[in-house]
């Protein structure tokens, strides 16, 4: 007993220097994400007006071309450029560069700020496991377990999308910015020291529903993460549409037109929120299956329990809004806000100022 002990004890140590290096790792890829923004800028402003202008250049261009090629009998098509398109009636606006900005120092700082970000979640992802074996049970049965897990899952997500050709390296440095923040909170408020759980938590149920809690929140951040960025895109490409009214300043516009457009950061917003939404809904019914099997109970309105009906309508009523006319665009972002605020408070807000049969997971 004495060894499995020490070994256990090892095993915790092992695990907090495995996160404290992986913060000082992602510490350095928060520099290069930094880096790739600071050097991708450029001095010329207005790369989404130059890009409308061009496109509206096109058609006469191509016109004056077929007519000049009409002499011969033979007329040239080109291909036109493909541009993302939200709802019938909105604006066609080209996708920007990315945060290197299409220069090669940026881009650099770009692949090196991706290479740290790689490194740190393989070493925070052994931080999660060594937790696990030191505790010998799923590594989320409190807030500092549960914080370190979500931070891990969400950059996994993170890295799985640019595995698959997403074009989505603009979330590196506000995905870094938080997951220094979520562990850094994690390690000096919320750390509890590796212990054995309560009877009631003793099931695996807490494999299944804490797991599909710990991915949906995941997802539902980077989801939200497109969400701001397009409230800031939207409103930036409306200010270029309408030249008689305040024009963005170059700090903004060197900035928002390295995003996508606005059209594809609501996309895939709306991509992420939909497909994980399923989830969430089987999170909440193997949550009750759960209660029933160590309260006796399918649904005692605890408040852990009803915040996360609330975070369930919240973003049921953002995939509503999305198929409803009238509320695409801005108003379903902002149901999107409102819906990742609830999960949040679900978290944080019930944990730790709200008393009920979940407190048990201890801060």
């Known amino acids: 007993m004495n060894l499995a002990a020490a070994a256990n004890e090892t095993m915790a140590h092992n695990s907090n220097l495995l996160v404290y ?49 009409g002499s011969t009998g033979t007329a040239v098509l080109e291909r036109p450029k493909v541009i993302t398109r939200s709802v019938p009636g909105s604006r066609d606006v080209p996708d920007g560069p990315g945060a290197a900005g299409g220069t090669e120092k940026g881009d650099l700082y770009g692949r090196i700020a991706i290479s740290l970000t790689v490194l740190a979640w393989a070493l925070h992802v052994g931080g999660v496991v060594t937790r696990a074996l030191s505790v010998q049970r799923a590594p989320w049965g409190n807030m500092y377990e549960f914080s370190t897990t979500f931070a891990a899952v969400a950059v996994g997500l993170f890295l799985l999308l640019l595995v698959l050709k997403k074009n ?73 549409a309408d030249p ?19 059209a594809s950061l609501d996309k895939l917003a709306y991509r992420i929120n939909a497909t994980f939404f399923p989830l969430w809904t089987f999170t909440i019914i193997a949550g009750a299956i759960w209660a029933e099997a160590a309260w006796g109970r399918y649904w005692g309105w605890d408040p852990k329990e009803v915040w996360s009906f609330i975070t369930w309508v919240a973003y049921a009523s953002y995939l509503h809004a999305r198929a409803t ?13 409102i819906a990742i605020v609830c999960y949040l408070f679900n978290y944080y807000g019930v944990n730790i100022f709200v008393s009920g049969l979940h407190s048990y997971a201890g801060v």
Do not use: N
């Not at 928060?30 to 207005?46: D, I, N, Q, T």
């Not at 997802?219 to 409306?238: K, M, P």
């Not at 006319?325 to 806000?337: D, F, I, N, Y």
């Open 168 to 240: 989505v390296r603009w979330i590196g440095l506000p995905l870094v910015t938080t997951v220094l923040l979520d562990l850094g909170l994690a390690v000096s408020v919320l750390y509890t020291a590796s212990d054995q759980l309560v009877p009631a938590l003793h099931s695996y149920w807490l494999w299944i529903h804490v797991s599909c809690a710990i991915i949906c929140g995941a997802a539902f951040y980077i989801g939200a993460v497109s969400t701001v960025l397009f409230l800031f895109r939207d409103r930036h490409e409306a200010k270029l």
């Open 244 to 262: 008689t009214g305040k024009q963005p300043g170059a700090f903004a516009t060197s900035v928002l037109e390295r995003l996508p457009s606005a």
């Open 21 to 69: 290096s992986a913060m000082a790792v992602y510490t350095l890829a928060f520099l290069a994400h930094m880096a790739e923004w600071v050097f991708g800028s450029r001095s010329k402003v207005g790369r989404t007006a130059a890009a409308l202008t061009a496109q509206a250049k096109a058609p006469a261009a191509a016109s004056a071309r077929a007519a000049a090629s």
């Open 325 to 337: 006319a009238g509320w695409k665009g801005r108003k379903a972002a902002w149901l999107g806000v």
